[in-house]
């Protein structure tokens, strides 16, 4: 069983959950931008949660099947077609041999997943099958897919599929506000510039990608205005460089940086941070980490009771 | 020491706030103990000069567990950092092709090309922490002459296996990638190999020591 990329739209990658333990040699998890939808798109098909999909940005991909495939497509709202019908988000759908997956740009949110019923058939590397653009390794050859590229698929135990209760994913991709704790210099910025962040909005810069996303908005002045000795740096980390305005360090992030991170974005918001699109704006509200963690174990109870019994 | 949450999901420890020999060395030995305990709760180490950032799953392990853990790592003590590092040669072909700024190295330290070169592969470098690219290793112990400001514009293209320098620090770029490091050689080693059981060249801790290799050399030994 294989998928042909007939039009690999703006970036596809390979990705599953990441690729943990090798941050000491420099090499960042990676994994899905949107964690969540991606999750979902492999449960509604009847994969393990971690099976490799595939992950567009914001100009979906064009796909042809050789064989019939029951596919899930999650994330950002676009218009996406199986042949000539219409093919809906968030359930699972069966595309005919020879089938051609159109989809379209995304109208909300900045990804769109693919998961296929077995999985893509992708050798990890480190234990993930997820692309390692920097590193050129990882997903298929290391890079984006390009037009023409075969890709395998795993032919799946005829496992059953799953449906997700009405409204389930409603309210789960409001995007204006995200979370955030206290990023490990944040006594470097005083009251006053914490507080811009977290009272003005701030703009995703079209310089945004997986590395990392850039804001402009109001400048954040640190107090404290030494050289930080480059140190490791967590997902979700919200620096500021020189220039005074943040960048929210994301999945393919370098390890290590010697920029002061004023907070750091919660782990439950990290999905929500992967469909935000450029020229979107974002809030940041405070809470702490207890507050963040409960707010975690929510979000995977709650990934448990969406789909129907 | 210092523990501070960095994010919901992982602790800062800080041993320092210098780049020196002593303060890596309290950071390999803590970053040695922590990957002893091989504990699936936590999902990743990154050592840097002085301090290291754990990552760990905060709905398996709690900070406060984490930090005890930690303080009990480091009660431990964290100066026998036994020294049974790795010294790895490295071979590095000075040629001008693969040297677009050893003269302006030269120039700066105002030192004939062949003593750069000569400085350059005469030291022992430590291996402080790996970051920036998969597999670039951030090396500790240039000699002082050597000690040069990064270009003022980042190259948008540096080969893989480029040799360089910037500030006090040395390194080998393992992929090919943008870079605002100077250029003084290029290994004809593979730094970075993805589908090799070890697959950085060089891990935290190393020793490494540059060996002067001619043209030939390098043509007859660059890795395919």
């Not at chain 1, 590397?125 to 050129?136: D, E, K, R, V, W």
């Not at chain 2, 490295?90 to 677009?100: G, H, K, L, N, R």
């Not at chain 2, 670039?136 to 296996?161: E, N, Q």
Request: with cysteine; glycine share 10%.
């Amino acid at each position: 069983m294989s998928l042909r990329v007939q039009d690999p739209g703006l970036l596809t990658t390979v990705q599953d959950l990441g690729r943990y333990g090798y941050s000491h040699l420099g090499i960042s998890p990676g994994g899905a931008a949107d964690s969540l939808a991606m999750r979902i798109a492999n449960l509604l098909v009847g994969n393990p949660e971690n099976a490799a999909t595939l992950e567009m940005t914001l100009a979906g991909a064009t796909l042809e099947f050789d064989e019939e495939s029951i596919v899930a497509l999650t994330g950002g709202k676009c218009d996406c077609r199986i042949n000539s019908d219409t093919a809906p988000l968030w359930q699972a759908m069966r595309v005919p041999a020879r089938g051609i997956l159109t989809c379209g740009a995304m109208k909300t949110g900045a990804r769109l997943y693919l998961g296929i019923q077995g999985g893509l058939d992708i050798q990890p590397i480190m234990g993930s099958a997820s692309t390692n653009m920097a590193g050129h390794f990882g997903g298929f050859e290391g890079r984006g897919l390009r037009k023409g590229d075969l890709l395998g698929v795993r032919k799946g135990p005829n496992s059953r599929v799953s449906t997700l209760k009405p409204g389930a994913v409603d309210g789960l991709y409001s995007r204006e506000l995200l979370r955030v704790t206290r990023g490990p210099q944040h006594d470097w910025f005083g009251v006053e510039a914490v507080g811009k962040l977290l009272s003005c909005p701030y703009t995703v810069s079209e310089q945004s990608n997986r590395s990392g996303l850039r804001l402009k908005g109001n400048s954040i002045s640190p107090q404290v205005r030494s050289q930080l000795l480059t140190e490791g740096v967590s997902l979700g980390a919200i620096q500021v460089p020189q220039d005074e305005q943040p960048i929210i360090l994301f999945v393919d992030q370098q390890t290590t940086g010697g920029y002061p991170k004023i907070a750091n974005v919660i782990a439950a918001d990290l999905y929500r941070v992967g469909q935000l699109r450029p020229r979107e704006q974002v809030r940041f509200t405070e809470v702490a980490i207890p507050k963040a963690i409960d707010l975690l174990r929510e979000q995977e109870e709650r990934l448990k009771q969406i789909f129907q019994s | 020491m210092k523990v501070i949450a960095a994010s919901d999901s992982s602790l800062l420890v800080v041993l320092g706030d210098v780049m020196s020999l002593e303060n890596n060395e309290r950071v390999m030995s803590l970053f040695c103990a922590l990957q002893r305990l091989n504990d699936p709760r936590i999902r990743n180490l990154h050592p840097a000069y002085a301090s290291i950032l754990i990552d760990f799953d905060p709905l398996r392990l709690s900070h406060e567990e984490a930090a005890s853990l930690i303080e009990h790592l480091a009660g431990q003590g964290l100066s026998q950092y036994d020294q049974a590092s790795n010294v790895v040669p490295i071979p590095v072909c000075y040629d001008t092709e693969f040297a677009p700024d050893l003269q302006e190295v030269a120039n700066h330290a105002k030192i004939p090309n062949h003593e750069v070169i000569r400085l350059h592969s005469s030291a022992t470098y430590r291996v402080h922490f790996l970051g920036f690219t998969p597999g670039f290793a951030y090396l500790g112990g240039l000699p002082d002459t050597l000690h040069v400001p990064r270009l003022a514009t980042p190259r948008k293209h540096v080969p893989a296996g480029s040799v360089a320098i910037a500030g006090s620090q040395a390194g080998i770029y393992p992929v090919d990638s943008p870079g605002g490091w100077r250029l003084i050689g290029r290994t004809p080693v593979r730094i970075f190999d993805p589908d090799a059981t070890q697959p950085t060249r060089l891990k935290p801790g190393d020793l490494v020591e540059f060996r002067e290799i001619d043209r030939a050399t390098f043509d007859a030994t660059r890795h395919r």
